[in-house]
């Protein structure tokens, strides 16, 4: 049962996001592919990744990477950002029009939160909180963003 649960409610927001991809394809010069919209997932679930942080999240190699990247930098999306520490390093920064593009997403995350403080007591969102937040950080290790980063940052 909870198998089918986790199924049914992954599926939903799946669908959600490609709606949201595809709704807004074709509707202008800097309109992003869906490979692009994947990227920008990753980049964004990295907080600000290296190139090659993007690189190895997304089991690509780096020319491939910096290919998406500056694709993504053209349409303006992301920015790079120079390292205080290494000069010779670049973060990948989310601009407003990445979280403008994110607007609806969050909108809609917001949207269900509401329903689910509507419908269920203080002591059952506690509790959802806690158990939401302990899938997230202990029981889908292989894909936390700090597997992906360098130990040595900035």
Known sequence: ??????????????????????????????????????????????????????????????????????????????????SETDHREYFLRATDKLKDYYKNSYEFLQKIVERCEERFSKEDIERLDHMIATITDEMIPELDPKHFKKSDRR
């Open 1 to 82: 049962m909870l198998s089918n649960t986790f199924e049914e409610l992954y599926n939903r927001f799946r669908v959600h996001f490609y709606m949201q991809v595809f709704s807004k394809e074709n509707s202008g010069d800097d309109t992003l592919t869906s490979v692009e919209a994947f990227s920008l997932e990753c980049i964004k679930s990295l907080g600000e990744p290296t190139v090659a942080e993007f690189a190895k999240m997304m089991g690509i190699s780096a020319p491939n990477a910096a290919y998406k990247v500056n694709a993504l930098i053209q349409k303006g999306y992301i920015e790079k950002v120079q």
